[in-house]
Each structure stands twice: as structure tokens, then as C-alpha cells.
């Protein structure tokens, strides 16, 4: 591992997944648990220069007023998950990282999540300019105050609804234009990712939001030689499908139906109750089991909020097949995991895997992390394994480059 | 396709599984079914000289004396699986398949599938020697009276107890010195498999019984230029495990216990019902967690003998792990499959892909068909999607070599 | 038992349920099958004058053009239920019951189910009154054609959209002046009831249509000495909810959410992929668990469409509860049955019983028939045991009146 | 409630069931919690004049040195259960309940059992009058020590191997004169159910040891004037099927399989992962499916040892069942419930209703608290609404009693 004074900038940093990354960043730092479920810490990784997680500053933008501690805290009682010592162990970390939040943007992000900020102005009508610039004042006031050598930006809050693209969306030059103006062209997410872009940081969009998944946008981080990875953290439910359907092909039998219903109690579950939404989270849902199967069998999905569940999403899948001779059979699975436990690693992987791409000179999409995604940009394979061989192909390339020996 | 009169003997050819493969060739040959859940149907075997289905004439050993008609109408009815319009449109093919069929042997098979037979001298103590000469005499009568150009003999039988290797299973001349004595030396899973193998025929083993797994047998398969495959079809509960374990693996996430409970109600569920064939399927379906995980988290595995559910194997799986920051999760899936449909395509699958590599000079173990079994002989990898590459390379492989032009 | 020729006339009769109940009586008149799954075959009954099931005549209405033995071999091919030498045998009963049934209404049904018709005219609008004339024509006409000495009408048609009761629905007087006017005041299905309830006929509501659930209608049965029963026949997931309930009732653990996730393929999930229709089943599948428990806990129940289950209704619970010291708990479950085949017995039960009622002199509305509907009209008890304890009774006191010594 | 100083002594003091009742107790009495899952705390106890949870003293026998703040501490740790806020405003009651728990006996327990003992002499072979004298000294002197108006003693302790009954056990004159010789003729369960009836003290089984489930112990019981209650609480999948077999009953429906598979990781399990306690834990959870039924279906029950789940019972059951025509249908259910914090609050409800009676001056078997027991002692009802249905009526017979205005 390589020792860097490392930066992790998120957007909707106080969330679940933020507050998990920060427990186990706190944790990792102060040597409290290990690097189980962090995918940049299988053996495949070992001698890959890496970013120490211990060497990570943690700083955001949050539209809630509140603090690590207080949020960790609730999320502990609340999910029932953490143990109290840890808790405890890491308070002047945390009281730290706090500290570097900033007020957020939830600018044409929908009246779900506008109606969450109690920062006054999270949802004011703005130029999206101000926006963007207010953004990258923040940004680099966390990296000389923190005098950090390189830097990330997670997004990592809640789901947008759906914004269609538009003629505009399609030139950078256009939409610059456009950005200037006082009409509102783009959402909140996509805002953040202009602001990091721009800045030539690497852009990492963790959520179903449109965020950099703008073509003017891939452009702006080609020009900057900024990196993108997206979109929409591949946590539970998605994975399996996408472990579980290349099972079907290999042996040929024919779904006929595939049935997901996923129960969720969390924050996010609440701003997927809001139909707007959560229309946005099944179209990246839904598409995984076509795309691998190569036809489209009957795949409803369906998502409820369950306060009483919390973070514990649970999944239940039904697939119906037709195997030889026409005889029907079925497979149900149930998933009980924690949400946010279970994204915070990854949130991790992908900073440590952008910071490492964009430090060898790699710009715009990187394909080799669309396992990590329901809805990988520039890639179309939604098979996990085939998904994970591209990671290790690349690896296995970085290992034989000579550039590693930097 | 390629077109030559090719016969398929069945071990144990009356059972589920070999009454399934009799309908399902009778089916295709009357363009009644298609070739959905043959893996050789899959487009990657597009372009591959594989016998066509239709091609096929069956025959078999049993220690029961039955026929195929009353074997699949009893299936039809416990099970409640295939139309009878099917049953009453392959009636003929079925008879004549049905006179094919041979008595079979059960000597050192265990007392539970003794007690199956209905054929008095099944497990007769009888001089090994005779018992092999007799089932070449049924291969060849049945080769020569129909005029085979080719043949695979493939195992189908129930599970015998597990039977220790001694020293002389290890050399083929002493091995050769001790069947020609009176003393029983070998199950008789293990003479069908030295019968086939000495005439030069394509052995598959598709259960957990000894059969051709002893180093004097493969030795005899290299002198006769005979291909093995085996042990034991992977066709449900180990299938998901092969393919779920890798995940766990590629997340980092730590398995901390995998139970696996099997409720089945066949003849194969009652003869796993004896303690000593139970201990011996348990031992293959074992392994292939700890063998993909690289450690032993907690395993146990059960099977259940359950009438009322026949051929109708269910089985639920708890999966506990351990995630991020220590926090314990789970995953549980049932699987609701029909053993005999399930296992009969395989059997076509590797009797299709026995006779290829065969017709194309390979010899002994043929390593890209452990995508096939529980416990592939000669291959360590159990991880289904690796397994399956091995195949695709293989194809591949085959579709670049002249020999294909042939 | 008692003998008497007996109609049974449906309205919905060629559905999933009316073709098995016909199966059914066909099957019991020939012996083919036992009474398993009739409560009214319980030893509770014993010695009640119930009618022989031999001894029912089948008729009916629906909307679309076809018979029982298309229906039942449809049935029979796509949920692979029922023997086919059962529908051989019942032939010649099918289509004797089949030329009985009549071209039915779906008036004010709603744009799905009109769309199922096939009778020109079904959803044609027509004053209230000619409908019902020609509705009580065809009962006469089947009464008189085949001697029946009584008969029951029962309601297995399609849900309808739900139906808002006004004013005039509260008087039978001022309802009988609207009917006869040109304006539509009610639903198909209490057209229906009307028609029945008129001629003094049991009539039985199995769906969550109005039906009879009209205070007017009230009035006219207990005016002609009718007796009622409904509402929407409680088979599955909400009769497992109502004996689950008072579990943690009469524990003492809190319920804190009761997600409820249903699958279904058959004609009936077709329809209900009509929000419109989908609601009405959704109000009278909700209340159960709150009535039960005495508080509300989150219940979310869906309904899924999803053609390859066809009748085989699959549903998911996810029962989650706080137990002793805050510690929260669950229970799931999955219920795999067949719709029609669960359906059908009860129809022949509440058949049975209503005649029984009616028979001994009985008026209205029948509450110990409570324990057989999901919104049982005039009971608020859900609790499955404490309604099948109200028949109990019932039972027990009619063998200690005198009237049963008849 | 009534407030008499009320002692409660538990054989397995420090056990995972003593420790939470021992939380729990003192949770209760700091208000930290409410009487949620307490039976007793239901409306249909109010104006009941049952004793206040805050008023119990705690004692007991343990064959391991530990203590309570040691064992709740671990547990929560194990298992992820309590507030860790709780553990520290409960220590101090805690460790005063700790120095009530006197060295336990393990004599005629099983190796499993004894191998748990960390006091050297708790299975040592040693009269058993000398045993039963030691235990009263104990129970004598926490009743003095702390002033205590009456006491219960209620046996939590792991399950001994089952223990066949012989002539002697049948009479209370010749099992006196066995137990004051030197050869062993009871359990140590059985022991301890002497010592504390012997002492006119109300006893409770909470398990499947034979306890005072000997005619000699019930004459014992009579002559002393105390009440018996057992055996072996119903906490989990037992509960489950003695409240889902009555559906079948209800409904007609033939049960064909019920199959059921328990996964387990605590002290419990551990005990029960040997193959004679195993077997005696067996016995009572499989006979209740049958007597409930009045036919045996297959009931295969298994338990698996799994550390890692530690508290957390896993029980997956899947019914099979016949329905009309034939149609064979399934429920599956998985129960996912903390094994002590399931049983506690029945230990709490058993010693205030054991209390209760033998206040109003009830002797021998209590046959109204059948609903808490898998096995209970003394009546044949194994349908949990049933079982229920005589603890109201006791309850309400209480109530109209004059009795109760004391």
C-alpha cells in the first residue's frame, strides 16, 4: 500500500452509507476491525498500490444539520448494528470528520428529498452556476485545510427521480451555456459531479441519480482527465440476480418468471416511497435479468418501506423456470443484509480504484468496475463473473505495467 | 450435427433418472419437446460435430425387471410430471428400448439396493471375472444387434456405500490378479465401469458410487484409449452452492456457517435413507464450500427421506456471514427441483460430449466436463462459472483445430 | 345425508373455480375422489342433513363462450393439475352442466372484466330491471328444466372495481325505484344477488364484489326468507394471516410490520393487474391483521400478475415482531397453492351449508359461516379459530334442536 | 398485582434462559423496559392478584462459576442482543442475584452435561438423599437470607439424555428407599424436583429432563400440597406447528410431510449436538404434529449445531399437504427467534401463575398452563388456541371466584 494524505469527499455524507463509511474508516484507523468485505483487500490486490484506508480524511455535503456521532449513534440503536466500545473509540475521529461537512444541494432533486434538508436554502432555486462554484469552494477548502495530496468524491445520497436527457445534455459546450443561464437544466447530482469533474477529481456516482451520466459531462471529465465510475452500488437483491441468472443460461433453462419484492425501512426506503423516486430505482433494477438471459421473462419488482426493518432490507425472489421436458421449477431466495453495511466497503473499494486509475493517467469511464454496479456506464455485461474477470484482467494488466513500479 | 447410429447404456436404466432419459430421447426423436436445458444445446456447441438426439438407442442393466412404459406412467403419476399425450406418443420407442435392457448386478452394492432387486441372483456372490465377461456380453450383443456405430455407457444407478481404496486398486496387474480370484475386491458400480472401459467405451459416472474412480481403472482406460468423466451430476442444492460460494469469495465477505437441509422422496431418497449410502453422498456434496472458500466455516448438510414429495427435491439453504464492521448477515434460498428431469439432460449432455472427445482420439479423465459433478475427478476447481470456462475453452479450442473439419 | 335434487348455480361458471367445483361434483358423483378438504366432510358434521355432493346439479352464468371440458383441460395443461383419466371419466357430466350454462352481465363491472367477454351483450348497458328479469328467467328455466327441489346461487366471477354505496343504497324502496329507472345504480354482481335474493335463494358471495353486501339487498333476503353469505372466500395467505395473528396475540409480541407479497397467474391475477380491481381485493385483504391485533401495524400487501404460475398462487409473509427485553424477531413464510383447487371445496361447503340454513327456517345473513371469508359481513372476528368455533356452536346446537330429528 | 417478597430459583442459574430472566427482572424493576411478551401481562390477567415482577428475589444452582453481569455481558456480545445502556443499570442487581446461585449437581446428566461443570464436584457420584439434603440447605437459606413469603423453583437447566422409567419410579414408599441407597435412580433433574416439592415449593420444567415427571414425584407433590407444571417450554418451531396443524384439521386437508430442520449456536445446541440429549429433545417436539392430526404423517425433525447463529434459532419447516382432487400443495415458514429472550418471559409468567395456584391452595399438576409446554404434563391437547382456551377459562373461573377478593 501506498501513503498518501487522502481525501473522501461525499455527497449526502451524514446518510447511512456515509456514516458507515466513517465508523469503519474511524475503525480501520484505529485498527478496531479488519478489511473483511473491502473487495480492495482480497489477495488479487496484494501488491497494487493502493491508498491505505488509515491515510483517508473524510469531508461532505449533507442538506441535514447533524453529525457523525449523533448519526452512527442512531444508527447503532436504531439497526441494531455497531458495537458500543467501537462507538465510543472513535468519537474525536468522527467529531473531526463532522467538522468538514458542508451544506448541500438538493436543487430539482424532487420534493422527497427536498422536504429532508433543514439547511434552509438545500432547495432554494439558485443559478446552477452559484451552485457548482459554492461546490468547488468547498472542495478545495478540504483539501488545503487538510493539505491532502489527492482526492475523491462519492455520491452517496438519496435517489433522484428520473431526469430525461435532453439535445442539450449531449454538448458540453451547449449545456455550459445553458448552466449559466437561470433555468434549471440539470439536478442536484448532476451538479456535484460538474463541480468534481470540473475540478479533475475523480467522480464516483454510488446512487441510481443521473449524476455524470451526461454525456456533456463525460466530455468535461475527458477535457479535465477526470475519471467516472457508476452507477448505483450493486448491494443485495441486484447482485444475486445477476449471480444467479448466468446460472440459468449455462444450463439452459428457460425463466419464465422472476419475481422481486424488496422490504426496506431505512431513509432511503422513505425517499423510495415517494413513487418519482422509486420509478428511478427499478428501471436499474429491473433491466440485469433481460440483458443476461438474452429474452425477457415476466420480472416484476416491487419495493416497500418498513420502518420497523431499518436498514435491514430484506429481499424475497421467486424465479420460475421451465426445465427438460417441460416440467416447471422454482427457486425462492430470501436476503436478509444491512444496507448500509453493506455499501460502505464498497464505497470504499471504489475510491481507492478511481484514486488508483486516475493516478496511472486512466480518464473518463472505467469499465472494469461494473461489478461494483446495478448499472455499470460504458459496459453492458450484467453478469457478476464476467464482471469480476474484468476486474482481474485489469489488475492482473496494472501488475505486468511497468508503471507499477512506481 | 453429425449423424451415426450411437447407443447409450444406462446403468440402473429403469430408475428416475434413466426412465427420464428414455422419454426425453423418445420425445426429441418425435420432435415432441426441444432441446431446452441441454447444455449442448446452448449456441456456444453451434458448429460442434455432436450425435444428434434423435440418433440415440438406449439400453441398460437393472436389478429390477420392469419396462419403460409402467417406469414413466408411475413417474408421471407420483410426481405428477410430462403430459400423457407424450407418454402414449412414445410408447412403441419405449418398448423396444425396454427390451434392450438387461439383468443387472449388485454385488458389494449394500444391503439397501440388494434389497431393490427383483432379479434373484442381482447380488449373488459370484467370481468378479464372470460378472464382468457377462456385461460385456450384453454390451456387444446390444452393439452388434443394432448396429451401433458408437457407444457411451453412462452410471445411473443408486448410491452404494463408500468403499476404501487398498493397495492393489492402485496397479492394474495386481488389481487384474485379485478380480480373478474369488474374494470381492471391487462394488459393482466399479465392474460395469472395468466391463466398459476394457471394450474401449466412454464411461460416465453420474452418482457418488466408486464406479471407474481408481487409479487401476483409469489405468485400463489409458491402455483401451476409453475417456472417464464423473462423479456424481451437479443438478440442484451443490449446483447453487458451486455458484453462490464464489460470491462470497469475489465480496470478501466471510462465511461463517452454510446449512443445507434436502428433503426428497424417490428411490435414490430411499436408499440415502441407509446410513452407509447417505455418509457416502454426504461426503461429495461436503466439500465444494470449503474447497471454493479457501477455509471450513460450519457445514452441515442433511438429507431427508420424504415419500409424499417423490422426485421433487427440496432443499433450503441458510448461508450466515460475516460483513463489514462484524455485522452478521444471511441469505436462504429453497430450491424446488425435479431430480430425474433435472439429471436427464445431463446424462445426454455428457454422453454427447464423452463420444466427441472420444471420436477425436482424448483419453482418460476429460477435465472440461466438471461443470457436470460434485466432485470432478482429476479437477480441484468447484466454482461453477470457472468450471464452465473450462468447457467454453474446450469448445473453443476444438472449433480452432483441424480435427473439427472431419 | 340427505337426498334432493339440488342446483348449484354459479355465477363466474366456467372460471378456474367454477370448472373445479365441476370437476369436483363429477368426480365425487363417480366416485374418482374422496371429500378430502370439505370442512362439511369433517366428523363435526356427522349426522347433519347435509346434501349428498351426488346429488348437485350444475348451472350458471358467464360472460364468455365455452364449456367445462375446454376449461377443465385447459386447467389441466397449463397448472398441471387433475388426472387425465378423471376428465375422460367426467365427460359426459361436463357437458350436460355445460349446456345449462348461460350467457351472464358485466354491467358496471368494469373495463377488465368487460373485456373477457365474448357474449356481445354482456357489458352492454340495459336497464338494472331487464337484467335481473332475465337473470331470474334463466334460474326458473334451469329449476324447472331439471326438478330441483332447492338450489343456491354463489358468486365466483372476477373482482370487480370497488363500488361506493350512497343513499339510496340504504332503502329497498327508494333502490327498486332507481333500478327500474335507465340510470345504473349497481354493480353486475348485486344485480345478481338481486335476482337470487328475490326468489328467495340462498346466495353466496365467494369474491370481494358487492354483491350482496347492500343494506336494500339485506332488506329484500330477509323480506323473501333468503339466507347470504360472503364476502370473498379466504383460501390463502389471508387465511394463514388469520391464524397467525392471534399467535402473537396471545404472546404478547408486538407486531411491527406484516409485509404480504402475492404472486398469481390465472385469470383472476389478469384482472387484478387492473388497479381498479386490484384495490377492492387489496381493502378486503388488509383489515384482518389490525382487527386481529387491536392496533395497526405497517402492512403492506401486493399482488403481482405472472402468467407462468397460472393458478398456482404463491405467496411471501415477512412477519417482523418485538419480543421480550426489545429484541426483534421474524417469521416468513411462502405459501404455494393452487387457487381453484382450494377454492372449489368451499364452494361446495357454503352450498351446503346456506341450504342447510335455509332449510331449517334460517334468514339473512349467516354468521357462523364467518370462518370461510376474508371480510366476513356481520362478524367482526378475524381470528380463524375463534370463527370456526362460531360453527362449531352452531353445529352442536342444531343436533341438539329438535329440527335436525327430520 | 399483589407485592409479596417472591423468591425465584433457577436450576441453570447462569444459563443463556437464567441470565435474560435475570435482565429482564432487573430491567423490569428499574423500568427500563415494559411487560411486552409477558403472557401475564395480556388484559385478560387484569385485577388477576399476580405477584410484581419487580417484587422477585433470584437465586439458584448452576454447575458452572460465572456470574450474571459475565453471562449477560457475553451474550449480548454473542448474539447482539440487550442495550448495552441496559447491562450497565442492572449490574448492581445483577451481581446480588449472582451470590444468590449456589454449586449445582450434575450426577445421571449425560458426559455432555457433566463436561460443562467447572465446580469439580457437581457430577460427582455421591448419595442421592445427600443431594437432595444439600439442595434444600441451599433453597432453605435463600428463602431466610432474604426474608422471601414464598418461592418457585424452575428447572432452565441444558436437556439430559432421556431416562426410562422403571417399576420403582412408580411408587413414593419404594423410590424413598431407593434414593437412600447408594445406587443412582434418578436424574439430577429429578433431584432437584424432590428436593423443592419435598419442601411444599411450587416446581416448574422448562425443559425436556425428566424432572418431576415421575408418579412417585407427583405423590411427593400431593402430599406437600404443591403445584407441578412441564414440560420443556414451546418457544419456537413446536409453537409454530401446534398452531398451524389445527388449520389442517379446520380445513380437511390431508398432511402428507411436515418435515422441520432447527439450526442452533448456544450452550443449548451444543448439548443437543450430542446424539442422547439429542434424542430426548426429539421425543417432545415430534409427537405434537401427530396428536393433533389423529394420524401420523411424515414429521422428520432434525437439529443442527451452528455456532455462529449462538442464540438466534433458525427453524425452517415445509408442510406437504393433499388438497381437493388430489392436488398435492406446501407452506414453507423460516422462524428466526432469540432462543432465551423467547423463553424468559414464559419462565416469568410460569412462576407467577405456578404461584398464583398454590396460593389459592391448587396441588399437583396444573393442567390450564398446557399452552406453554411441548410436552405438557397431564394433558393430551396439543393445539395451541385450544390450550389457550383453558388458561382463559381458569383465568375467568378465578375471577368469579370468591377467592380472589382476597
Same mark, same amino acid.
Given at each position: ?92 475521529? *468522527?467529531?473531526? +470528520?463532522?467538522?468538514?461537512?458542508? =451544506?448541500?444541494? /438538493? %436543487? !430539482?432533486?424532487? $420534493?422527497? @428529498?427536498?422536504? *429532508?434538508?433543514? +439547511?434552509?436554502?438545500?432547495?432554494? =432555486?439558485?443559478? /446552477? %452556476? !452559484?451552485?457548482? $462554484?459554492? @461546490? ?271
Amino acid at each position: 500500500m501506498t501513503h498518501r494524505r487522502t481525501g473522501l469527499w461525499l455527497i449526502g455524507a451524514f446518510g447511512g452509507v456515509g456514516s458507515t463509511v466513517a465508523l469503519g474508516l474511524a475503525a480501520l484507523r484505529q485498527k478496531l476491525t479488519d478489511c473483511n468485505s473491502l473487495v480492495t483487500a482480497l489477495p488479487l490486490f496484494r501488491d497494487c498500490p493502493l491508498d491505505d484506508p488509515s491515510d483517508f480524511v473524510l469531508g461532505g455535503h449533507d442538506i441535514r444539520r447533524t453529525d457523525y456521532v449523533r448519526e452512527v449513534q442512531a444508527l447503532h440503536e436504531r439497526a441494531n448494528i455497531f458495537r458500543s466500545d467501537w462507538l465510543k473509540a472513535c468519537r474525536l475521529i *468522527l467529531n473531526e +470528520w463532522s467538522s468538514n461537512v458542508r =451544506p448541500g444541494f /438538493a %436543487a !430539482d432533486s424532487g $420534493a422527497a @428529498i427536498a422536504a *429532508l434538508a433543514d +439547511w434552509g436554502e438545500a432547495a432554494a =432555486p439558485k443559478p /446552477a %452556476a !452559484d451552485i457548482i $462554484a459554492q @461546490i468547488q469552494t468547498d472542495l478545495l477548502e478540504f483539501r488545503d485545510r487538510n493539505a491532502l495530496e489527492q482526492m475523491a468524491v462519492v455520491h452517496v445520497a438519496s435517489t433522484e427521480p428520473a431526469f430525461p436527457l435532453e439535445t442539450i445534455h449531449f454538448s458540453l459546450t451547449r449545456l455550459k451555456t445553458a448552466v449559466s443561464g437561470s433555468q434549471s437544466v440539470l439536478p442536484s447530482s448532476s451538479l456535484y459531479a460538474w463541480a468534481a469533474l470540473d475540478l479533475g477529481l475523480p467522480y464516483v456516482n454510488f446512487t441510481p441519480c443521473l449524476g455524470a451520466s451526461v454525456p456533456a459531462l463525460l466530455e468535461l471529465a475527458l477535457e479535465r482527465k477526470a475519471v467516472i465510475a457508476g452507477q448505483d452500488g450493486k448491494t443485495g437483491e441486484t447482485l444475486l440476480k445477476s449471480v444467479l441468472a448466468p446460472l440459468f443460461v449455462a444450463r439452459n433453462w428457460q425463466v419464465l418468471s422472476w419475481v422481486g419484492h424488496n422490504v426496506i425501512g431505512n431513509r432511503d426506503g422513505m425517499i423510495l416511497d415517494h413513487q418519482e423516486n422509486k420509478s428511478a430505482k427499478l428501471q436499474t433494477k429491473s433491466k440485469v435479468i433481460a440483458e443476461i438471459l438474452g429474452y425477457q421473462p415476466q420480472t416484476p419488482v416491487s419495493i416497500e418501506y418498513c420502518p420497523s426493518l431499518d436498514d435491514w432490507k430484506t429481499a424475497w425472489d421467486l424465479i420460475h423456470f421451465r426445465g427438460f421436458l417441460d416440467v416447471k421449477m422454482s427457486l425462492q431466495f430470501t436476503w436478509q443484509g444491512c444496507d448500509s453495511v453493506l455499501a460502505a466497503p464498497l464505497v470504499l473499494d471504489l475510491a481507492r480504484l478511481a484514486l488508483l486509475a486516475q493516478g496511472r493517467g486512466e480518464v473518463g469511464i472505467l469499465p472494469h468496475l461494473a461489478c461494483f454496479f446495478k448499472n455499470p456506464v460504458g459496459v453492458v455485461e450484467h453478469d457478476f463473473f464476467k464482471q469480476f474477470t474484468l476486474l482481474e484482467q485489469y489488475v492482473r494488466d496494472l501488475k505486468n505495467s511497468p508503471a507499477v513500479s512506481n
